[in-house]
C-alpha cells in the first residue's frame, strides 16, 4: 500500500497545499512551523479520523487542534494505492462529528466505492488508531513503542481469530476486577465480608450457647415442678376418694340419725296427742260452740258485777220503804216538779212585783204633785225632747247667722265689685275677683273654725267650718261654670251666678231668722203652759232655757212612771193569780204533807225537797229493778254455760269462765299436738318414702374409715394451695421459657444462616480460586502465545538495530510482551534508562520491526516525522541510512525540518 | 375399633434449608393444619385412638400456636385416645405447657406402660426409648397374649446399638412376645415388614415430607382391629398436604439454556408433577465446556409452575481437546496449557477451561 498525493483544501495552517508521493524515500524538509506535523496529521486524520474529540484540552482535540486558521473548507483528499488499485479519500470536517463528510473514489473509475468505510485505515491496515500510531506514523518525540494487544494480534497473524486476544486485556482486567471484589484480603471484598459475617454470627452464637442451656435448666425446673403437681393431684385425687367414702358415710349417717330423730318425734308426738286428748272425756268441743261459750261467759262477770252494783244495801231498802210510802200514791213525775216549780217561782215573782211597786210617801207625795201639775196633761216626752231639739237647733242657728250674715255682705260687695270690673274689662276676667274673694273667705272660715275649736267652741267651729266650706264649695262651683281663670266665658252670663248664690244665702238667712223667731215663740209657749219660768233676761234665757227643759223631763218622766207603778198596785186581777197559784201549790204539797200547815213561804223548800225525794226515790226503784234484771241475767247465763260444760262431759266448775278458757287452751294445745303429729307423721312417711330406710339402716361400708375430715380438708386445702402456687410457678416458668425460645429461635436461624453463609463462602471461595487459577493460566497462555513470535521481532529488531548503529545485535532482547530490553553490563536493561537518542533508536527500531512482523504481503507506507532531531551526527547517519534501507522495502514519507537530517 | 398409627410429624420443623422465610413460615401452619386434619379425619371416621410414634414436634422450642393447636386438638377431641410417645425430638416443653392433662391424653415413659381400649381387649404399650433402657427394656416386655397388643416404639431398627448411642429398636428381641402391631415412628419413610407370624411392625413415616430427602407419599396407618377375632386390617392413608419430587434430568449433549429447558420440559412431560408440589430437579449428565447454561433463567422458567421450585446443576463439563490441539490462538494455547496441568483433576480443568473461555468470549465467567 503506497500514498500517490493528497490535496488539502484547509488544515490547521496548510491551505490549498498539494503533494504527490513517489515510491521510496519521500523527503519533504521545511523549516520548522511549516506544518509538517500537520501534513502528518492530516495522512493520519483521512484515514483514521480525528481522536481525542471528546477532550477540551485544544492540543489534544484534533478537530479544534487542526481547524483552519485561515477558515474555509475544513479537510481535503488523499489519493492512495493498494492491491493494484487507486483510491481517493475526500474528507470535510464540521464543528462535530456528524456534520464530517466522507466519500471514497476509486480513481480509475471516479465512481463512490464501498470497498472501505469511513474508518478506511483500520480497515487497510488492521489496526486502531493508535496501534497506526505506534507503528507505521513515527511522530517527533514519540519513536517508543509498545505492544497493544491488536499490535500483537496482528503481529501474532492470527487473522481467522484474533479476538481472544484482543479481549485479553479487557479479560485480566475483569479477572483482576473480580478477583479483587471477592478478595478475603481486602475489606472491600465479598469473601472478606463474608468471612466477617461468618465471625459475627459464630461469636453470636457462642454467646447463645447459654440460651440452651437456660432453656435445659427451665425445662428441667418445670419438669421437677409438674411432677410434684402430679404427685400432689394424685394425693388429692387419693384425699378427696376418702373425702368423698366419708362423706358418703357420714351422709348415711346423718340420714340414719334424721330418720331416727324422724321416729323419735313421731313417737313423741302420739303420745302427747293422747295425753293432750284425754282431757276431753266426751268429744271434742266444737270450736265455734266453745267459742261462742266463752264469748257469753265474758257476761258472767259483768253480770255478776251488776248484781253487786244494783243490789240495794241495807240503808238503800229502808230508804225505799220509807219513800214508798211517802210516794204511795205515787211518784209525780219531773215535769210535774217543774211545772210546780215554775208555778212557785211566778208566785213568788208576782209578790216581789206587788212588793216593789208599792210607792214610798216621797214618791206618792211626787205622785200627787204631779197629778196636780199635769191635771190637764200629761206632756209627753217626745214633746219634750222636740222641744229641746228645735231650741238646740234654734241657738245653732243664732251662733251661724252672724257669719253668715257677715259672708253675705263680703260676697255682695265681691259680686258688685266683679259686676263693675267685668264691665270695664275683657270677660275673660271677670271670674277672678269673685274667686279670689272666695279664696279669701274660705281660708278666713276655716281660720275662725279652727281657733274656735281650740278655745273649744266646737259648734261655731263647726259652723265656720261649714261656712269655710261652703266658701270653698263655691270657689270650686266658679272654677267649674265660671271658667274660674278661663278665657271662654262671655260677658253676658257673668252675673247670674254671682246672684243667685247670694240669693240664696238671702233665702237661708232669712230661714234661720224665721225659725229662731218661731223656736223661741214656740218654746216660750211650752214654759207657759207647763208653768215653767222663762227667763226675762235673754243672756239667762240663752243659758237656762235648756236646762228646764232636760229637768221639765225628768220631771215628766218620774211622773209617768210613778204613775204606772200606782196603776200597777192596784190591779186585783194579779192577787188573785197570786192567791190561785197559792192554793195549787199548797194543795200539791198538802198531799205529800199532809200533816204540816204549809207557808207561801216554804213552797219553794218543799218543792225542791219533794222532787230530790222523789227523784230519789226514783233512782232506788230503778236500781231495784236493775237488780232484778242483773240476777235473772246471770242465772241464765250461768245455766247455759254448764249445760255446754256438761256437754263435753265434764263437770261445771264455780270459776265457769275459767274453766272454758282452760277447754280452749286444751282444745287448741290438743289441736297444735294433733298438727304436730301430722307433721312428725308426713315427715317420716317423706322420708321413708324418698330414702331407702332398710339400707340406712344397714351398716355402711367403710364405716370404719371415718378418718379425721378437718385433717383431710386441711391437707386438700394445702394441697389446692401448693397447686396454685406450682401453677403460678410454671406460668411464670413458661414465660421465660418463651422468651427464652424465641432467643433460642433467633440462635437457630443465626446458625442456619450461618451454615448458609458457610456453604455461600465455601462456594465464593471456590469460585475466587477457580477465577484465580483461570486468570493464571490465561496470563500463561497469552505469554507462551505470544512468545511464539518475539524471534522474528527480535531478529527484525536486530537487523535494524545494527543497521542504525552498527552494533551487536544481540544485546537487543525481546520478552512475551514485547517489552525491549538491552543487556549492558550482563543486565538486561529496560530501554527507559538509556538517553533520548537511544531510546529514539531503539523505538524506531522496535516500530520497524514490529512492522515487518506485521505487514508481511503488503506492505504499508510509514511517515517519520522528524524522528533523528535526538541522534548524534554518528547515529543521526545510522539513522539515515536506516531510512534509506527502510525505502527500499516501503514507501517513506519523511519530514525533517533540518537539511543536515536530509541524508 | 379403628386407630391411626402416624409419627414424626415434626410440628414447628423450621424448614428454611430449601424455603424462603415465608415459605417456611406457610409451611410451618400446614404442617399443624395436616395435624388438624387428621383429627377431623379421625373424628369422621369414628377412630377411637391415635398413636403418636414419637417426634409429634421437632424441637424442644415449640412455638405457642403450635402448643396450643395441638392441646386443643386433644381437648376438642375428647372422645379420641391419644397415645403419645416422645420420641427423640420430643422434649417436655409440649406437657410442661399443660395446666392439667388432658384425660384422653396417654403417655408413656422409660418403662412399658400399657393401656387398655374399649373393653379391654386391646392393649397399647409403650416405651420412650434412650440411650439407657434401649438393650434392657425387651425382656420386661409381658403380654398376655389372649388380647390384641399394639407396641409403640421410636427408633431405628437395628440390631445393634448405633454409635452414636441413639436410639435402636432389635427387632430379634420383640419377636414371640404377642404383639399384633409394632406402631414404630423415627424413619421418615414409610416401611413395614413381618415381625413375627403373629405380628407387623410398621413406620407410617412422616405424616408430611419437609425436605427433598421426604419425596414421594406421606400419610399414616389406619388399623381396623378386630378385638373378638384379634385380627386387623391397615391401611396406609396418603394425607400431605404437598408432596416432595426429586427429578433428575440428564442434559448431556445440550449446547445452549433451552435445549435444557426443552430437556426439563420433557421429563416433566413425561411424569408430570402438580402446580401445588415442591420439586427439586438435578441436572445431570455431561455437557460441554463451550456449552452455555444459564440456571437463573431455568429457575426463573420454572419456577411459577410449581409451589418450590430447585435445579441443582450436578452436570459434568466436557472438554474435548482435540478441538484447541491446533487452535493458533490464546484460546487454544489457554486450554492446551490447562489440559496440561497436572495439578487438577479434569473436573477442575473443565472448570478452569470453561471460565476462561466464558470470559475470553465476553461473557461473565463462572
Redesign the interface.
Known sequence: MRLVSCHIENFGKLKDFSLSFEEGVNTLCRDNGWGKSTLAAFIKVMLFGFEEEKSRDELKNERKRYRPWQGGVYGGRLEFETGGERYEVARTFGAKEKEDCFSLRKKATNLESRDYSDAVGQELFSLDRASFARTVFVSQNDCGTAATDAVSAKIGNLAEDTEDINRYEDVNQKFLSLINQMSPARRTGSLYRQKEEIGRLEERIRGGRGVDRAIEELLGRIHDKLAEQQALKEEQTELLERQRRIGAWKDIQAKREAYEALCREYQEREESLKAERGYFPGELPDRSRLEQAITESGGLSGGSEAVRIFRLSQEEAVRSGELERLFAQGCPPQETFQEKEELALQLQDMRGTLAAEQLSAGEAQRLEAGKARFSDKVPMLQEVDQVIADWSSCAERKNVLGQKKLTYEALRGIAQTGANGGGRKNGRKSARPALWAGLLVCGAAFLLAGILIMAGQPAPGAIAGALGAVAGVYCIWLLMHKGGFGEKREETQRDLPENDSLRQMEEEIREDQEFIENTVRNTEAFFARYGIVWEASPWDRENGVLGSLYSFKAEVREYITLSERERNAQTDRFNELCLQASEELKRFLGAYYPEEDLKEAQYAAKLNRLKELAGEYRALKEKGERFRRAEEGLSSLQKRIRDFVETLGMEPEEDLAGQLLRIQERLLSYENSRKEYEISRQRREAFEASENVEEIRKPCPGEEDTGDLQEINQRLEEIADRLERIYGYVSEDNRQLDSLREEADALSEDRENLEKLREEYAGESQRYELLKTTREFLEQAKISFTSRYTGPIRESLGKYYEMLTGEDPGRILVDANLNVTIDEQGMQRETRFFSAGYRDLFGICMRMALVDAMYQEEKPFVIFDDPFANLDGEKLKGGLKLLQRIGEEYQVIYLTCHESRVG | MKLIHCADLHLDS?M??NLTKEKARERRAELLHTFDRLLDYAEENRVEAVIIAGDLFD??????TARNTVRDGILNHSDITFFYLRGNHD???F???L?E?PDNLKLFGDSWTSYPLGDGKVIVTGAELGPENSAGLYNDLMLDREKFHIVALHGQISEKAPRDGAEYIDLRKLKNRGIDYLALGHVHARGEGELDPRGRYCYPGCLEGRGFDECGEHGFVLLDIDPEAGTFRREFVPFAHRRLYARQVDVSGCMTTRDIEDRIRKSLEKEPVSPENLLKIVLTGNIDVSGEKNLDFLIKKFDPEFYFLKIYDETSLEVDYRLFAQ?????G??V???EA?ED?DSQ?KA??IR??LL??A?EE??
Open positions: 423450621k428454611t434449608s424441637t424442644k422450642n415449640i412455638s405457642a422434649a417436655d416443653s406437657l410442661g405447657s395446666e392433662m487452535d493458533q490462538s490464546l484460546k494455547e489457554f492446551r496449557l490447562v496441568a487438577l477442575q472448570a478452569v471460565c476462561g470470559a475470553l465476553g465467567p463462572e
